[in-house]
């Protein structure tokens, strides 16, 4: 198999609907009059008016300098934009003033204080018209489904962190800590189902200080963003720091907090014990002491993936403690070396070094390049220069994203983000996991910030690049979209293969011969379970709040509808698949934490109104709990 030849993400996709917001220049208008006018014909004749029109044209250039829009706003000749060094950079004709300053990213206005909801309502008042009964029935639909999960779980796992629905028990993959309970209790809070709140708010308050003082050891990463992050979200939504309360059920929010603190300071031994910046992988809890995973490495993706739940720990509580040694961590690999901004999947907590050169935004890649966007807005109206380098390492790997790793199978052109498992000088894989499609949701966050794509437009907001980026992010979300449908259950695979001139193999089909795309995606027969996964949902939710285009809501509906008919446990909960090629599917007996805690938190808030946890005043984390922007609440 031949090195595969980069295919460029074309410029000329972009669609610049954006022109009808354009106005015609002051400066333009009286430069062209100067210009085309007697007056030039005539007053230039003479060497007096030679000097007077010098005079003018610097006063002119003066102003325009005076007057320049911020670098961040889109140019308004977009049409007649300029490409320099293969695509990286987008200049208009006032370039060459924006190089004398240099100024931050800068984030959409915040409305004042006294002009949100009331006492930081996230319930704000509705822009559009209610939904209609059809949304709200499916929204409903959602809301049973979680109902049944729950129950399930309740029934026969209640304690442990995951259920095995199909042997009716529960197991402890994650550390003892009641996992499912911590994970979809603000998934229960947001969707008001009461009684959910009240018994994993019961479960919390009563068993889990006394299992992070009992239990062993845990993993850093997954029990930072299902445990801690569940705890800090359900601290807020029930009305810490004077936040959401949208539940009377379930103790006061200062159970939470504390909870969240104790399990924090034992966590903090990951970092602490660590000769580098970079955090060992294992934490015993009982005694507060960490160690590396037995081949001494950390997944790069984890130890970044740690900062908004430290970060908003720091807040509420006033110690900056958590916050400090958390993004002690990003500050160090913003010093590390990269590959157009892209990094491998490995790093060293004994020599701070990445190790290996596999680069991929699958497993050990995702979320390192989600928190970069996330991290940075976070901070919110309090953001400073010291943030900044966030915004541009994400900048910058994105570009390298579009660069290195993009492609379009054939035949029919699906976009797809592959892999280069040996470095950007070694062969390229057509291979693409699930994980992957958080980047739709990403991209499009990065672009307009959480506001709509309408009015980011309107406001000016948008550049060049963030338009590419959100065309990327459709692209790609019709991609994750056509890995569901292509398969016999409508249900996608963990990993898909494109066929591209360089690679292709016969017989790997998804099953469903209609689909347009049955010949563009190849599903191994070892990569052909579906573990409930939410990276899908989760960008068709964001792309639907951002673009306002309801065939997002659509393709969830099918995505919902398909782990309703195949994955539903009559006795409660859902259950993984082994295939989702072949009907009748055979199950896996485990329900994920995360089905509970993300995947029916989206599809709920897809189907929704916009106005609840709105995107431009929480962010969420990696496991979707959502956190409130510094500044908005």
């Known amino acids: 198999m031949s090195s595969s030849r980069p295919l460029p993400y074309s410029v000329k996709d972009v669609h610049y609907d954006n022109a009808k917001f354009r106005h015609r220049s002051f400066f333009k208008m009286i430069t062209q009059s100067l210009f085309t006018s007697n007056f030039k014909r005539g007053c230039t004749s003479c060497s007096m008016g030679k000097f007077l029109v010098a005079l003018m044209v610097f006063g002119i250039v003066y102003l325009m300098l005076q007057h320049t829009s911020p670098s961040y706003s889109v140019p308004s000749g977009l049409a007649k934009v300029i490409?320099?060094?293969?695509?990286?950079?987008?200049?208009?004709?006032?370039?060459?003033?924006?190089?004398?300053?240099?100024?931050?990213?800068?984030?959409?206005?915040?409305?004042?204080?006294?002009?949100?909801?009331?006492?930081?309502?996230?319930?704000?008042?509705?822009?559009?018209?209610?939904?209609?009964?059809?949304?709200?029935?499916?929204?409903?639909?959602?809301?049973?489904?979680?109902?049944?999960?729950?129950?399930?779980?309740?029934?026969?796992?209640?304690?442990?962190?995951?259920?095995?629905?199909l042997s009716q028990h529960g197991t402890d993959a994650l550390g003892g800590l009641g996992a499912t309970i911590v994970d979809a209790l603000d998934t229960a809070m947001i969707m008001g189902v009461d009684e959910a709140v009240s018994e994993a708010g019961s479960w919390i308050e009563k068993h889990l200080l006394d299992r992070i003082l009992q239990k062993g050891q845990v993993n850093l990463f997954e029990t930072t963003i299902r445990v801690l992050?569940?705890?800090?979200?359900?601290?807020?939504?029930?009305?810490?720091?004077?936040?959401?309360?949208?539940t009377s059920k379930g103790p006061r929010p200062i159970v939470y907090l504390e909870t969240a603190k104790n399990l924090a300071d034992r966590l903090l031994s990951a970092f602490t014990s660590s000769p580098t910046s970079i955090p060992f992988s294992d934490v015993v809890l009982r005694d507060s002491s960490a160690h590396p995973a037995p081949d001494g490495l950390s997944s790069t993706s984890e130890v970044s993936t740690l900062q908004l739940e430290f970060n908003y720990l720091s807040t509420v509580s006033g110690n900056p403690n958590y916050s400090m040694e958390a993004m002690k961590v990003l500050e160090h690999l913003k010093t590390l070396p990269k590959v157009e901004g892209l990094v491998p999947i490995y790093i060293s907590p004994q020599s701070g070094e990445f190790s290996g050169e596999n680069i991929r935004l699958g497993s050990r890649g995702d979320s390192y390049y989600e928190y970069l966007i996330k991290v940075w807005l976070q901070q919110g109206t309090s953001l400073n220069s010291n943030w900044t380098y966030l915004h541009n390492m994400y900048v910058e790997a994105m570009k390298g994203v579009r660069h290195l790793?993009?492609?379009?199978?054939?035949?029919?052109?699906?976009t797809f983000v592959g892999e280069l498992p040996y470095g950007s000088n070694g062969e390229f894989s057509p291979k693409m996991d699930h994980l992957v499609c958080f980047l739709p949701g990403t991209l499009a966050l990065g672009a307009t910030k959480g506001i709509t794509k309408e009015?980011?437009?309107?406001?000016?907001?948008?550049?060049?690049e963030d338009l590419e980026n959100l065309k990327l992010a459709e692209d790609l979300a019709k991609t994750c979209f056509e890995m569901y449908s292509v398969t016999s259950t409508g249900l996608a695979p963990e990993i898909a293969y494109f066929h591209t001139q360089e690679f292709y193999e016969g017989g790997f089909d998804g099953g469903n011969k209609s689909s347009e795309y049955v010949n563009d995606i190849i599903i191994k027969r070892a990569d052909r379970h579906n573990l409930l996964r939410p990276e899908t949902v989760e960008s068709l939710f964001v792309l639907y709040r951002i673009t306002e285009d309801p065939k997002y809501r659509e393709w969830g509906w099918q995505i919902f509808e398909a782990f309703e008919k195949y994955t539903k446990v009559i006795s409660g909960g859902y259950s993984s698949l082994d295939d989702v090629t072949t009907l009748p599917p055979h199950r896996r007996d485990k329900m994920e934490t995360f089905f509970l805690g993300e995947t029916l938190k989206y599809l709920y808030l897809l189907f929704g109104e916009s106005s609840v946890i709105p995107l431009d005043k929480f962010v969420?984390?990696?496991?979707?709990?959502?956190?409130?922007?510094k500044g908005t609440i």
């Open 229 to 246: 992050g569940g705890l800090l979200s359900a601290y807020h939504l029930s009305g810490g720091e004077q936040g959401m309360n949208v």
């Open 405 to 414: 790793l993009v492609r379009k199978s054939i035949p029919n052109g699906l």
């Open 620 to 629: 969420f984390n990696t496991e979707a709990h959502p956190f409130p922007i």
């Open 83 to 165: 490409r320099r060094n293969k695509g990286d950079k987008a200049i208009d004709g006032g370039s060459s003033f924006k190089r004398l300053w240099i100024r931050a990213p800068r984030l959409p206005p915040r409305l004042p204080p006294d002009e949100k909801g009331g006492n930081g309502s996230f319930i704000q008042e509705p822009m559009k018209t209610k939904l209609d009964s059809a949304w709200i029935g499916r929204q409903q639909k959602v809301k049973d489904a979680f109902i049944h999960a729950w129950s399930g779980y309740k029934k026969y796992a209640m304690g442990y962190d995951e259920l095995m629905p």
């Open 455 to 464: 009015r980011a437009m309107k406001d000016n907001l948008l550049t060049f």
